[in-house]
């Protein structure tokens, strides 16, 4: 499994207080006291980290927080990740490092999927047992829409961006990203026009890249046994479910094997495709029942249920209850805003 872990640095949260967020009361209600930061950084898990950003958002801090903490971060503020985007020759490439190096910082996956004329950036918080917090989500894309502005020195604007929340603040994304808002979606992803992605970096920095890649590879490789092939076959299956049950030969070939050779190998793992899918479908299930208002049969049918009642049995074999009575004990109630 990736290792749980997400750096939170001092000068963070020295940029909340700046911000007017009582980041004592934040850390309070987050349950992490101020000496784990000492005397630079602490080091948290995903659950601690949404904690942290949820108790920011309790706060009673701006609405626009979020959009402000991603899009004004400055380069000597972002992690190395980052830098190394920000140096690439073009968005496109930048994009791709980040999403490669970004799993070195946090169990956090970016993927990148260029379809009709598209590119679809999705995130994915790979160890989390619930949603992450709006805030965060805010500031991670206005994180990306401002490399992407700050490299090319064009005012880049997505073609859309999709959201898992219920609407909420429709104004204030559409007037920050300029762009179409879509709310209650499967993901959590940034859209561009696929041709924005060959767009050049002026901040485009060989020498830079050479001194930092290396190092990048080096503990990417070093890391890469944390990670299991159920993790990846997990992954690819979040990707993938979206209207249809993902047949076990179309995930094999996107990982380079055979059907055959994964289920025997997730065998070898003591799972099962059928076991990891039905993981993936709980949680999305969870995800899209707490944090959306589709109704029961559209959350069936973006599991790839063919029928509600399929869904309905599986869901409370699950969890021991309907999705109804689930969704009224564990909506999100924050209500919702234009």
Same mark, same amino acid.
């Given at each position: 499994?990736?290792?749980?872990?997400?750096?939170?640095?001092?000068?963070?949260?020295?940029?909340?207080?700046?911000?007017?967020?009582n980041?004592?009361?934040?850390?309070?209600?987050?349950?992490l006291?101020?000496?784990?930061?000492?005397?630079?950084?602490?080091y948290?898990?995903?659950?601690e980290?949404?904690?942290?950003?949820?108790?920011?958002?309790?706060?009673?801090?701006?609405?626009?927080?979020?959009?402000?903490?991603?899009?004004?971060?400055?380069?000597?503020?972002?992690?190395?990740?980052?830098?190394?985007?920000l140096?690439?020759?073009?968005?496109?490439?930048?994009?791709?490092?980040?999403?490669?190096?970004? @799993?070195?910082?946090?169990?956090?996956?970016?993927?990148?999927?260029?379809?009709?004329?598209?590119?679809?950036?999705r995130?994915?918080?790979?160890?989390?047992?619930?949603?992450?917090?709006?805030? #965060?989500?805010?500031?991670?894309?206005?994180?990306?829409?401002?490399?992407?502005?700050?490299?090319?020195?064009?005012?880049?604007?997505?073609?859309?961006?999709?959201?898992?929340?219920?609407?909420?603040?429709?104004?204030? #994304?559409?007037?920050?990203?300029?762009c179409?808002?879509?709310?209650?979606?499967?993901?959590?992803?940034?859209?561009f026009?696929?041709?924005?992605?060959?767009?050049?970096?002026?901040?485009?920095?060989?020498?830079?890249?050479?001194?930092l890649?290396?190092?990048?590879?080096?503990?990417?490789?070093?890391?890469?046994?944390?990670?299991?092939?159920?993790d990846?076959?997990?992954?690819a299956?979040?990707?993938?479910?979206?209207?249809?049950?993902?047949?076990?030969?179309?995930i094999?070939?996107?990982?380079?094997?055979?059907?055959r050779?994964?289920?025997?190998?997730?065998?070898?793992?003591?799972?099962s495709?059928?076991?990891?899918?039905?993981?993936?479908r709980?949680?999305?299930? @969870?995800? #899209?029942?707490?944090?959306?208002?589709?109704?029961?049969?559209?959350?069936?049918?973006?599991?790839g249920?063919?029928?509600?009642?399929?869904?309905?049995?599986?869901?409370?074999?699950?969890?021991?209850?309907t999705?109804?009575?689930?969704?009224?004990?564990?909506?999100?109630?924050?209500?919702?805003?234009?």
């Amino acid at each position: 499994m990736p290792v749980d872990l997400v750096p939170v640095p001092v000068s963070q949260l020295e940029r909340l207080e700046a911000l007017g967020v009582n980041v004592a009361r934040v850390l309070r209600q987050a349950n992490l006291p101020r000496s784990r930061f000492e005397p630079s950084k602490a080091y948290v898990t995903t659950g601690e980290y949404f904690a942290l950003w949820r108790a920011v958002e309790d706060a009673g801090g701006p609405p626009e927080l979020g959009l402000r903490i991603g899009s004004e971060a400055q380069p000597h503020q972002q992690s190395v990740a980052s830098l190394a985007a920000l140096y690439s020759p073009s968005f496109g490439e930048g994009l791709k490092k980040l999403a490669r190096y970004k @799993r070195l910082v946090c169990p956090e996956q970016i993927t990148i999927e260029r379809v009709r004329g598209e590119a679809r950036v999705r995130f994915e918080w790979l160890l989390a047992s619930e949603d992450p917090p709006a805030l #965060l989500i805010d500031g991670i894309f206005a994180s990306v829409v401002a490399m992407a502005r700050r490299g090319t020195g064009k005012r880049i604007v997505p073609r859309r961006i999709e959201l898992t929340r219920r609407r909420v603040h429709a104004a204030m #994304l559409t007037r920050h990203f300029g762009c179409d808002v879509r709310f209650d979606a499967p993901g959590d992803v940034l859209v561009f026009d696929d041709g924005v992605l060959a767009e050049p970096f002026a901040t485009h920095n060989a020498e830079l890249l050479e001194v930092l890649v290396p190092g990048l590879e080096a503990a990417l490789r070093d890391g890469g046994r944390t990670r299991s092939l159920a993790d990846d076959v997990r992954a690819a299956l979040s990707q993938r479910i979206c209207g249809e049950r993902p047949a076990v030969d179309k995930i094999a070939k996107r990982l380079g094997m055979s059907g055959r050779t994964l289920q025997r190998r997730l065998e070898e793992l003591g799972t099962s495709y059928q076991q990891l899918l039905d993981d993936v479908r709980r949680r999305s299930a @969870r995800r #899209l029942l707490a944090s959306t208002d589709l109704d029961t049969g559209e959350v069936a049918f973006l599991l790839g249920f063919e029928e509600l009642n399929s869904f309905t049995r599986a869901f409370h074999g699950w969890e021991g209850t309907t999705p109804t009575r689930w969704r009224a004990n564990h909506s999100t109630t924050k209500g919702a805003m234009p």
